[in-house]
Structure formats: structure tokens, C-alpha cells
Nanobody, 122 residues
Framework: QVQLVESGGGLVQAGGSLRLSCAAS????????MGWYRQAPGKKRELVAI???????NYADSVKGRFTISRDNAKKTVYLQMNGLKLEDTAVYYC????????????????WGQGTQVTVSS
């Protein structure tokens, strides 16, 4: 069974930092894109940051300069370092893995993690 397991969410004061981690497990051969999305109450899920397997990244304008995405392809893990957190960063953060290939070269649909809550207080 392939899955994504997230960790690292929590409660932090405005201006603080958190680091999210997401590890993929199961019979996965490769993951083309890994990244983070978030969904605040009453809002649609939005992209936060994504990174390709060759290191190209893309960020939402709202987090540029504050958040940094990184990944370890060998460990099939993606990280999100969040600095300078703001109240508006409060949301459930979801890990995503896209362009997957399972062992044997079989393509797979996207994976989503279960979500981890990030709450920023004043």
C-alpha cells in the first residue's frame, strides 16, 4: 500500500517557525513532483509549494521568502520549512505526490497525505 505520512504541524506564535515533513512509503519507484497544499476553514485548497525530482521549485506568492521546500529523493521525503509565520498561514497542510511510478514502471494516481494542522496565534 502506498501512502504519504505527514508530521510537524502544531501551534506557534506569529513570527515563529515550524518544519513539516512528509514521507512516502510503499512500492514506489519514483515521484515526479512532491509538494504542499493548504486549506483554511471556508476556503479552497491552495498550492503552497512544490518541487520536482530534479529540484525545480514553485511557491505561492503569499509564502515566497518565508517558506522553503526541499526533498530527499532517496528517502522519498519532502519538507517545508516555514519561517515568519503569520495568522493567515493557519490551515490544514496537505502533502501531495504527483507523477508517480510504482515499481515495475506502473503509473499511479496522485497521493495525498492525511493533513496536519498548523495554527498561528497572535
Amino acid at each position: 500500500q502506498v501512502q504519504l505520512v505527514e508530521s510537524g504541524g502544531g501551534l506557534v506564535q506569529a513570527g515563529g517557525s515550524l518544519r513539516l515533513s512528509c514521507a512516502a512509503s510503499g512500492s514506489i519507484f519514483s515521484i515526479g513532483v512532491m509538494g504542499w497544499y493548504r486549506q483554511a476553514p471556508g476556503k479552497k485548497r491552495e498550492l503552497v509549494a512544490i518541487m520536482t525530482d530534479y529540484g525545480r521549485s514553485n511557491y505561492a506568492d503569499s509564502v515566497k521568502g518565508r517558506f522553503t521546500i526541499s526533498r530527499d529523493n532517496a528517502k522519498k521525503t519532502v519538507y517545508l520549512q516555514m519561517n515568519g509565520l503569520k495568522l493567515e498561514d493557519t490551515a490544514v497542510y496537505y502533502c501531495n505526490a504527483a507523477q508517480l511510478r510504482l515499481r515495475g514502471g506502473v503509473p499511479s494516481s496522485d497521493l495525498w497525505g492525511q493533513g496536519t494542522q498548523v495554527t498561528v496565534s497572535s
